[in-house]
């Protein structure tokens, strides 16, 4: 892209946030779509591990770990890929879980889980968009 306008990159760029934003727009909507069309709000507690899934990242990852080494180089980022996991994990078992003891029903399941799945593939994008060496960071 080293060709084309500096105009043209920006409109790139901006179109590609864009995107980003209607994803995650999309993954809210049907959160929200979940609860209301079946009139139960169960299903929400599903945000409280959409807000845990990334401390662990925030909290863990950032950080000097050579203070805190015990006795393996990566014990805190093992940790930290361990917790993030365990809340990707509860982010699908929690609607399972509420159908399996028939609080919610199959649609709101559809829902949630589907919510889930354009949540991932947001964070996809996201990843595959500031992979390239534009010179732009997330940081």
């Known amino acids: ?24 727009a999309a993954g809210i909507v049907l959160q929200i779509l979940a609860c209301a069309l079946y009139n139960n709000w169960w299903p929400m507690l599903t945000v409280l591990m959409y807000i845990v899934l990334p401390m662990p990242l925030l909290f863990f990852m950032g950080s000097d770990n050579s ?28 609607p399972v879980i ?24 947001a964070i996809v994008c996201y990843i595959f968009i500031n992979d390239d060496n534009s010179g732009y960071s997330s940081f």
């Open 1 to 24: 892209m080293a060709d084309l306008p500096n105009y043209v990159v920006a409109c790139l760029h901006t179109g590609r946030l864009a995107f980003l934003a209607i994803l995650v």
């Open 67 to 94: 203070f805190f080494d015990g006795g393996t180089e990566n014990s805190w980022v093992d940790f930290t890929k361990f917790l993030t996991g365990a809340s990707a994990v509860g982010s699908i078992a929690i």
């Open 98 to 121: 509420l159908k399996h003891a028939n609080v919610i029903g199959w649609g709101a399941l559809a829902m949630e889980l589907s919510s889930f799945f354009v949540f991932v593939l």
